[in-house]
């Protein structure tokens, strides 16, 4: 998996609201310690101290695990299976190839990696950003890189390349469109149609 942006959504004022989270609840972890043992200032200061870096790290792991779904967040998570039928078009918009094949997503507050694979070839994303789009018809727009690696059986007739995808998810998080376009070893482009396994 590797990072990815979200524009506005501020990871670094969920940190702070993380970081205040922990004092608050390590202060009072450190009076109930104190209360319980009846430690000196400079005893419950220190634990304290041990203690806000422990919730700091607790609280961070669980909004990194589960915390950022929260609707008000307002994070889609892509993660899952989809079902794709892709087209290579030509320069005139007609379709060259047909092919199918699925994408799995695993995605997480920090992190992202969209798996593409077909009968022939799979795809690795290794840059990503994530866009709400403001209108009526709402959704999402998800852009990200990747590289391409032919199946064994098919080296003689592809090979390794680079591209770029631009991915409207639909609001419900449930569809998709995709307009790709390859470099770097094969310079092809093209639309896929996506449809989230249940």
Known sequence: MHEYAI????????GRLLGTASILVSGGIAQVLT???QLTGWSGFLK??????AVYFILHWLFNKWIWKAPFLDIPDLSGQWELCGRTLDE????RFEWAG???ITQNWKHILIHLKTSQSQSWSYTATLAKRHSP???WLLTYSYTNDPE???VHELSTHRGYCEAEISKDLMSGKIRYFNHSGRNTFGVIDIKRKM
């Open 7 to 14: 524009f506005g959504h501020d990871r670094v004022a969920i």
């Open 35 to 37: 209360f319980a043992t």
């Open 48 to 53: 304290a101290s041990i203690t806000t870096g």
């Open 92 to 95: 005139n918009g007609k379709t």
């Open 102 to 104: 699925e994408i799995g």
């Open 137 to 139: 018809l709402g959704g």
């Open 152 to 154: 064994v059986e098919s």
